[in-house]
C-alpha cells in the first residue's frame, strides 16, 4: 500500500528542515556512544563510528529518514527502519509540532 506524504508535507511546510525518506540498504551500529545508521555506498563503517560496538547489522532493505535543509550541510540524524511508513511516522512524532 502506497504511503500517504500529505501530512508529512502538511507538518513541514514552510519549514527551514525538509523531511527526506530513502530506500536504501544500511548499517545499523549499537555503539557506546548510541545507535546510528550509516549507507555502505557513502562511509566506511569501520572509521565513521566512535565508542566501541556492541553490534553491527546489515540491512538490505529498508528506509532511511531524517531533516535536511535543503542547500546547507544541516541535517539530523540518520534513523532507518523496515517500511516507509515507519519512517514518515517516526518524522512526524519526532520533528513535528
Do not use: I, N
Request: include cysteine; charged fraction near 30%.
Amino acid at each position: 500500500m502506497p504511503v500517504d506524504y500529505r501530512e508529512l508535507e502538511k507538518e513541514f511546510e514552510g519549514q527551514f528542515m525538509e523531511p527526506f525518506v530513502w530506500q536504501a540498504h544500511y548499517w545499523e551500529v549499537e555503539t557506546s556512544e548510541g545507535t546510528f545508521f550509516f549507507d555502505p555506498d557513502e562511509v566506511d563503517v569501520e572509521t565513521a563510528v566512535d565508542g566501541d560496538v556492541y553490534e553491527k547489522t546489515f540491512h538490505e532493505d529498508g528506509w532511511l529518514c531524517w531533516l535536511t535543509a535543503p542547500g546547507y550541510l544541516d541535517h539530523t540524524a540518520m534513523v532507518g527502519f523496515e517500511t516507509e511508513q515507519e519512517c514518515v511516522d517516526y518524522l512526524l512524532e519526532q520533528y513535528g509540532e
